[in-house]
């Protein structure tokens, strides 16, 4: 189940707007359509329920199977959107799938093995997302090699095995390259698919390439909730819980002092020229204090985003302060250069043993935190547009 979570976490937002080049924001009134989502997955099933769950906004529909069947049928208003299908009560994977939903037609064929093996038919788009399940099912070559370089890079960096980490995010890379050019060379052909809109909004990390690709969507495709949300942030669709890269209630239940509401932990490190950088050298400022580390693979979708709200608001008083679990200089240095990180970058080169990651209970990185000028705990845990987004509710 943690595999399909993880491959829905990047859900965009949407809502009944558009977005013009000019700027304005147009009211977008979608068919008050259905999904008709119907299934034959044999008699031993009977009785189990079958659950539509959208992410986003914790939509959940549901039905029981009776002589094999049943039947879902689920308003969509603000147009397709990612959607768990669930069978039964299980939380292994031949019971839960991801899938592209919008109004029309989906019909499951199975033979009562849950999902496993079943067959999936119905209107275009449920060929396309098929087609891009296929690219992305957690059960693909790609995808398993993907799982064992996580476990692996999760067990170097416990250890702060740098070296290991770095090998094996390069190994990673190489493997989403792979993955990248297929999902390239299909969004290239499906521009006018709601499904394209997921695929833009959460596989590709370049923002300039993002925006490039959604304001190029077929008219079909803008009007899906995956769209309406990207282009207008929180104006349907609030915006949900972060589903950040860390176990921030972990660090809670271990740091309970240190949560939202609360002084900030002081704390010091060195600068790349040696230059001791406190904490309360920012008092008066809003500081937002970012966990990182060369190693880091999660870390580098995080720098577009924190580049985007340090320009919108470093003239108001709003300070980045860059705290690496490095424990090598030159991996560190050589990290900053290549992503040109030109706000303030510290550490004791400590690894996770780095005294403001063990004040702050950072047990996993990207992690960050946001201070206020009297040194109170604002925020904890922002995760792409929700850093500006956080940042626009105290510096306007």
């Given at each position: 189940?943690?595999?399909?979570?993880?491959?829905?976490?990047?859900?965009?937002?949407?809502?009944?707007?558009?977005?013009?080049?000019?700027?304005?924001?147009?009211?977008?009134?979608?068919?008050?359509?259905?999904?008709?989502?119907?299934?034959?997955?044999?008699?031993?099933?009977?009785?189990?329920?079958?659950?539509?769950?959208?992410?986003?906004?914790?939509?959940?529909?549901?039905?029981?199977?009776?002589?094999?069947?049943?039947?879902?049928?689920?308003?969509?208003?603000?147009?397709?959107?990612?959607?768990?299908?669930?069978?039964?009560?299980?939380?292994?994977?031949?019971?839960?799938?991801?899938?592209?939903?919008?109004?029309?037609?989906?019909?499951?064929?199975?033979?009562?093995?849950?999902?496993?093996?079943?067959?999936?038919?119905?209107?275009?788009?449920?060929?396309?997302?098929?087609?891009?399940?296929?690219?992305?099912?957690?059960?693909?070559?790609?995808?398993?090699?993907?799982?064992?370089?996580?476990?692996?890079?999760?067990?170097?960096?416990?250890?702060?095995?740098?070296?290991?980490?770095?090998?094996?995010?390069?190994?990673?890379?190489?493997?989403?390259?792979?993955?990248?050019?297929?999902?390239?060379?299909?969004?290239?052909?499906?521009?006018?698919?709601?499904?394209?809109a997921y695929l833009a909004t959460c596989y590709i990390e370049n923002m300039k390439s993002k925006?490039?690709?959604?304001?190029?969507l077929g008219e079909h495709a803008k009007a899906s909730r995956i769209a309406q949300r990207y282009?207008?942030?929180?104006?349907?669709?609030?915006?949900?819980?972060?589903?950040?890269?860390?176990?921030?209630?972990?660090?809670?239940?271990?740091?309970?002092?240190?949560?939202?509401?609360?002084?900030?932990?002081?704390?010091?490190?060195?600068?790349?020229?040696?230059?001791?950088?406190?904490?309360?050298?920012?008092?008066?400022?809003?500081?937002?204090?970012?966990?990182?580390?060369?190693?880091?693979?999660?870390?580098?979708?995080?720098?577009?985003?924190?580049?985007?709200?340090?320009?919108?608001?470093?003239?108001?008083?709003?300070?980045?302060?860059?705290?690496?679990?490095?424990?090598?200089?030159?991996?560190?240095?050589?990290?900053?250069?290549?992503?040109?990180?030109?706000?303030?970058?510290?550490?004791?080169?400590?690894?996770?043993?780095?005294?403001?990651?063990?004040?702050?209970?950072?047990?996993?990185?990207?992690?960050?935190?946001?201070?206020?000028?009297?040194?109170?705990?604002?925020?904890?845990?922002?995760?792409?547009?929700?850093?500006?987004?956080?940042?626009?509710?105290?510096?306007?």
């Amino acid at each position: 189940m943690k595999k399909y979570l993880l491959f829905a976490c990047c859900l965009s937002g949407a809502g009944a707007f558009a977005q013009q080049s000019d700027g304005k924001v147009t009211l977008i009134i979608n068919q008050p359509e259905n999904a008709i989502v119907t299934g034959d997955l044999g008699r031993k099933l009977n009785d189990t329920m079958v659950y539509l769950y959208e992410m986003y906004a914790g939509e959940n529909d549901s039905a029981q199977i009776k002589d094999g069947k049943f039947i879902i049928s689920k308003p969509m208003p603000k147009g397709g959107s990612i959607h768990i299908i669930k069978v039964g009560q299980g939380a292994d994977l031949k019971s839960v799938m991801l899938a592209y939903v919008e109004g029309g037609k989906m019909h499951i064929a199975g033979k009562g093995d849950y999902l496993t093996g079943a067959k999936f038919s119905g209107d275009k788009w449920v060929k396309e997302w098929m087609e891009v399940y296929n690219m992305l099912d957690p059960e693909t070559p790609v995808s398993k090699q993907l799982a064992v370089l996580e476990e692996k890079f999760r067990e170097a960096s416990q250890l702060g095995d740098e070296d290991a980490a770095i090998e094996i995010n390069k190994k990673a890379d190489s493997l989403m390259k792979i993955r990248l050019t297929a999902m390239r060379k299909w969004l290239a052909g499906n521009m006018n698919s709601g499904v394209s809109a997921y695929l833009a909004t959460c596989y590709i990390e370049n923002m300039k390439s993002k925006d490039s690709i959604m304001n190029l969507l077929g008219e079909h495709a803008k009007a899906s909730r995956i769209a309406q949300r990207y282009f207008n942030p929180g104006k349907v669709d609030p915006s949900p819980v972060s589903m950040g890269f860390d176990d921030s209630k972990a660090a809670d239940r271990n740091f309970s002092a240190v949560a939202v509401g609360q002084d900030a932990p002081q704390f010091s490190a060195p600068d790349v020229n040696g230059k001791n950088v406190s904490l309360a050298d920012f008092k008066g400022k809003y500081v937002l204090v970012d966990f990182w580390a060369s190693w880091c693979g999660p870390c580098k979708p995080q720098i577009p985003f924190l580049k985007a709200a340090r320009d919108k608001y470093k003239n108001k008083d709003l300070v980045v302060l860059a705290v690496s679990l490095d424990s090598k200089k030159e991996a560190w240095e050589k990290a900053i250069a290549a992503h040109q990180l030109d706000w303030i970058n510290i550490s004791n080169l400590k690894g996770w043993s780095e005294p403001a990651a063990q004040a702050y209970g950072a047990s996993a990185i990207p992690f960050n935190v946001l201070i206020s000028p009297e040194g109170k705990i604002l925020a904890m845990g922002l995760y792409g547009e929700d850093v500006e987004k956080k940042l626009a509710e105290f510096l306007k």
